[in-house]
């Protein structure tokens, strides 16, 4: 199994980035994916899940009304949608998959431990 995450960068506080994760290995329409993210000197945070079906998706607060989670089944892909960026959004994000069908899926969101499969993070950083 494999996560390739990309679309990291620099940005300015209020802008915008679109991170994307590439699945393969797997059956992906049978596979929850989520964000996490983990800035220096804190713990890893969940930021969003989208379920298996995409009939659920899962937000931590901090980033409610700002991030979007989606994916595309056909090219494998889920995207997350990050808009008016703050510095505290800094972090290296990474993705991570579980089986939806026989595994926790979502349900352990925003808890790490529920992800089985985990690929390598893209940085964003949000300074002026």
């Known amino acids: 199994v494999q996560l390739q995450a990309f679309g990291g960068g620099l940005v300015q506080p209020g802008g915008s980035l679109v991170l994307s994760c590439v699945v393969s290995?797997?059956?992906?329409?049978?596979?929850?994916i989520s964000w996490f993210r983990q800035a220096p000197g804190k713990e890893r945070e969940g930021v969003s899940c989208i379920s298996h079906s995409g009939m659920s998706t899962y937000y931590t607060n901090s980033v409610k009304g700002r991030f979007t989670i989606s994916r595309d089944d056909a090219k494998s892909t889920v995207h997350l949608q990050m808009s008016s960026l703050e510095p505290e959004d800094t972090a290296v994000y990474y993705c991570a998959a579980d089986d939806g069908v026989l595994g926790h899926g979502c349900s352990k969101f925003p808890d790490h431990y529920g992800m089985k499969h985990w690929g390598k993070g893209t940085q964003v950083t949000v300074s002026s």
């Open positions: 290995g797997v059956t992906f329409d049978e596979y929850a």
